[in-house]
């Protein structure tokens, strides 16, 4: 049963969509390509420390999988965080959101091109379904949502930012074959803050500043929470269901942003929303639920390939 792995991969995406509620106190403060490379380094000793206590045998990554932890820390931090957030200089965080969901989508054509990962149709749907629901979400329930909305070069970031997060997953597949997640997740993780640290030098300067508390508190979540907690049950869930079925679970961080939103700054929660959320966790459910669906209402069709 994969329940465990679904529940690690939906409290990593509860964590990441909380997140950027503290993204926002630290950002009013430190340029947030300063703040990517300097979360990244505390959560890596954070995950050194735990790889110390726990005894982990191999420390050291094997030479053979040095180039992919360099490209996962590549493209799953300085691309994905650093060329989303540049994005966000030109156009909205409106057109970041639409645009983000479109990366379920591109896992599973990648993962079926490069993998050989095999969805049935009833899987299909429940990604579909998904999509569906988190336009719906975005749209406010009326198609002149999208007519309105203007799209420019901050879009193509969102978009390259949404592929290079698709490359870390697929990435990330045969490393963790080969590595603990502990392991994968720390080294990684250094090779991005380097990357991220050297690209902030040269485009904006790197620039180390005091914190209030406020985003003090807010940029230790930044590590301990949407960091060190997220990044450890996202890659153990993917390491175990594959990437397609991991990547239908990204679906559930605007509704998270719904409900901490709400908590947080007091927007409120609309009938629409509330529609969306049930479209959203219904689709993640028949996607990760298919096989037995098919069994219970003997649906006919291929099962899945990993």
């Known amino acids: 049963m994969n329940n465990k792995y679904y529940v690690l991969l939906a409290a990593s995406c509860v964590l990441w969509g909380f997140q950027p509620v503290t993204i926002k106190f630290v950002t009013a403060e430190m340029h947030i390509l300063t703040a990517i490379p300097l979360r990244y380094l505390f959560l890596c000793l954070t995950l050194f420390i735990l ?52 990366a379920p989508v591109i896992t599973a054509v990648l993962a079926r091109i490069v993998l050989k990962e095999r969805l049935n149709f009833l899987q299909i749907c429940g990604i579909i379904i998904s999509f569906g629901g988190t336009l719906y979400l975005l749209s406010g329930g009326t198609l002149e949502t999208f ?32 590595m603990s997640v502990l392991a994968v997740t720390a080294w990684s993780g250094v090779f991005g803050a380097v990357f991220t640290a050297i690209y902030a030098e040269y485009s904006v300067g790197f620039n180390i500043v005091a914190l209030s508390p406020l985003a003090a508190c807010a940029f230790l979540y930044m590590i301990w929470g949407g960091g060190v907690a997220a990044m450890m049950f996202w890659n153990t869930g993917t390491k175990f269901v594959g990437a397609s079925y991991a990547a239908i679970f990204l679906n559930l961080m605007p509704i998270v942003g719904i409900v901490s939103a709400y908590f947080t700054l007091g927007e409120e929660i609309t009938w629409q929303k509330i529609i969306s959320a049930v479209i959203i966790i219904s689709g993640v459910y028949i996607t990760t639920h298919a096989t037995q669906l098919m069994i219970k209402f003997n649906i006919k069709g291929k099962t899945v390939k990993r």
């Open 51 to 102: 790889m110390k206590a726990t005894g982990e045998k191999d420390f050291l990554p094997p030479k053979s999988c040095l180039l992919g932890l360099m490209a996962m820390g590549f493209f799953g931090v300085t691309v994905s965080n650093g060329v989303q957030f540049t994005g966000l200089m030109y156009s909205s965080v409106g057109n970041m959101t639409l645009i983000s969901t479109t």
């Open 147 to 178: 007519a309105a909305m203007s799209f420019n070069k901050g879009d193509i970031y969102f978009f390259i930012g949404e592929v290079a997060w698709v490359v870390y997953i697929l990435i990330s597949i045969p490393v963790l074959k080969r």
